[in-house]
């Protein structure tokens, strides 16, 4: 069969999923911009407001490897459905929620669900399509991935505006269930895999334990720097993640069917794989978060022409990760991300020496490079790591990738913000800092976003060299 014509068979299987995963990104995104909205109509602080996102980002990366280890064991179309059926009832009762608290509750509900979704997204693209066609399934993902970010708070901000914020969730509820309806036609089913484990009782113990650890984890990351680093909240989270993961390593050697398998851990191709997408995030996250302050405080531009610009990796990204996907059907996809991770460090390095100069120009070739290396690497890498996962673990495979997609972001975020603000004069803040008085420490200024963007380059230098040894691994396989 011709394969334009393959594809055409596809095209409804991938349409499913890519819609899924573009469902739950515009839900990660599309409430940032009614916070203040939201703030209002219950009439709460920032602080509180806030924990409508963070618990959304807690529960559903707590979940990921959990339900990806469910969908091994009982069905990936199974835990698919019941993931739009969780997200599309939650999404309801978050725009019906009387109090915030109902609302924080309801939104942690929908991250289960949207991490139901997602992972077994992931996973079922692998054991549906054959293996010539999941590179071009990947980028098609991946451009709806990119999509779900792109238009999320645009569409948040118009929703809101002319109608309600309550409908940023309610209107999830008939697309969800239509979309339920359509998967159920459409996906076939995918029974799992038996093997020796399957017939143990599930991991209760180890999923507790794993759920702790990711969620304090994470917690830990996302308030650090509100609640100050060495708070005893902050230093308590880390302790009981420290803690939750020694117990998770013990137990899982010990269970009959464990949630992770440290065997997959152990195959250096896809260990690596793995290590590869968690540092790539730390860059592209640090970096999206420093740049709108670069070029409203270094450049003076109004937060308008903020976004306009910063849109151009978006406008470039999308069309490159199609691409990408169809290129790694026909080039080994560890090469492509071995290309991908060095223009990546290039791009890096060549900005942090740049940024310094008058005019745009520099930020410009910096977010078309970016996009035009991570539109190369998440399809092709997305490839890499569920075609070196065994049969049996693509559910698990899927979670832990997806997990510590989110744990590289945090950490991204992190590292940039704690280099730049330790490279700034004393008593300067960027939460704090105005243009005017941007131009009085200008020279510091770029200091910092040289040193963050440096230390950006070198977490992409640690991607490279990870991505070098999962492709001599795998030709040595």
């Known amino acids: 069969m ?7 068979k596809y095209y409804p299987v991938i349409l499913c999923i890519a819609f899924a995963v573009f469902m739950v990104r515009l839900d990660g995104y599309i409430v940032n911009i009614s916070l203040p909205t939201i703030a209002r109509y219950f009439q709460v602080g ?14 559903m990366t707590g979940c990921m490897l959990i339900l990806g280890k469910l969908g091994d064991r009982f069905g990936l179309k199974r835990i698919f459905l019941m993931g739009y059926l969780v997200f599309s009832v939650s999404s309801l009762f978050c725009g019906l929620a009387p109090t915030i608290h109902t609302l924080d509750l309801a939104r942690a509900v929908q991250g289960v669900g949207g991490a139901m979704m997602i992972v077994s997204a992931f996973a079922i693209v692998s054991r549906l399509l054959p293996e010539h066609l999941t590179g071009w399934a990947f980028g098609v993902c991946s451009f709806a991935n990119s999509l779900g970010i792109m238009v999320g708070s645009p569409l948040g901000g118009f929703i809101t505006g002319f109608f309600s914020w309550k409908w940023i969730f309610l209107i999830n509820v008939p697309i969800g269930l239509l979309a339920l309806f359509l998967s159920w036609k459409i996906l076939p089913a995918i029974e799992p895999d038996r093997h020796a484990g399957a017939k143990a009782p599930f ?4 999923s507790v334990l794993s759920f702790l650890f990711f969620t304090t984890l994470v917690y830990g990351f996302s308030m650090g720097q509100e609640e100050g680093w060495g708070s005893p909240l902050i230093l308590g989270s880390f302790a009981v993640a420290i803690a939750s993961l020694g117990a998770f390593w013990v137990r899982e050697k010990r269970a009959a069917d464990p949630v992770l398998r440290f065997s997959l851990l152990a195959r250096r191709d896809f260990g690596f794989a793995v290590v590869t997408t968690f540092l790539a995030m730390m860059l592209l996250a640090g970096g999206n978060f420093l740049m709108p302050f670069y070029l409203e405080l270094a450049k003076g531009l109004a937060p308008a022409a903020v976004g306009g610009v910063i849109m151009i990796y978006s406008v470039v990204y999308m069309p490159i990760g ?13 090469r492509i991300c071995v290309a991908a991770t060095f223009l990546c460090l290039a791009t890096c390095l060549v900005f942090a020496f740049t940024l310094s100069r ?6 410009v070739l910096f977010l078309v490079l970016l996009a035009v290396s991570y539109g190369l690497f998440f399809a092709s890498n997305n490839h ?28 991204g975020i992190c590292l940039f913000e704690t280099v730049f603000s330790g490279s700034l004069p004393e008593g300067v803040s960027i939460r704090h800092l105005s243009r005017e008085q941007a131009i009085l420490v200008s020279g510091p200024l770029l200091s910092a976003f ?3 963007f440096l230390a950006g380059a070198a977490v992409c230098a640690l991607a490279f060299l990870s991505s070098l040894v999962t492709l001599r691994t795998k030709r040595g396989r």
């Not at 991991?203 to 180890?206: H, I, L, M, Q, R």
């Open 384 to 411: 890499l790591v569920m075609s070196l996962a065994p049969r049996d673990s693509q559910g698990v495979a899927s979670g832990l990738y997806t997990t510590l997609m989110n744990v590289g972001m945090l950490l």
């Open 46 to 59: 920032t602080s509180e407001v806030s924990w409508i996102v963070l618990i959304y980002l807690l529960v």
């Open 2 to 8: 011709p394969e334009k014509a393959e594809r055409r």
């Open 358 to 363: 008058p005019g745009l120009l520099p930020a």
């Open 203 to 206: 991991d209760v113990a180890g």
């Open 322 to 334: 199609p691409y990408s996907g169809r290129l790694s059907d026909r080039v080994d996809p560890a």
């Open 450 to 452: 040289r040193n963050a």
